[in-house]
């Protein structure tokens, strides 16, 4: 498992837990989070979303180029395929969407999965076209 906290994971995963259903894998290397709401303007009102957990979580955040987060394949915004979201991607036997991130603003001691929830929201509010 590398120099992943998993003791900081698991208290961030029960944390996340408490606001919305989650489904961690085995390792702790990947977290489907059920039916994340969707803002306004998307074509469905909620999607499932699937986060690559960095090996060394929580120094590195997830969404990273290294450590992904896939949404469902299929969503539009005002009838837009949003720029930095990309599909034909087939993750553990499923087809999903990239959500590209080149970057995220993320500070270890501070945030956790609930504020990486809440980011990737905030930027779903108004996507690059």
Known sequence: ????????????????????????????????????????????????????????????????PASPIFLEPGLRYHGHVPRDYHEDHTVGGKEWAWLCYESIDWVPNRDNLISLLERVRADLTNPRL
Do not use: F
């Open 1 to 64: 498992m590398g120099l992943r906290n998993v003791t900081v994971l698991l208290r961030h995963l029960k944390a996340l837990s408490i606001v919305c259903k989650v489904l961690a894998s085995r390792d702790l290397g990947t977290v489907i989070v059920q039916d994340v709401r969707l803002p306004p303007g998307w074509n469905r009102t909620h999607t499932r979303m699937r986060i690559q957990i960095p090996e060394d979580y929580p120094l590195s955040p997830p969404g990273a």
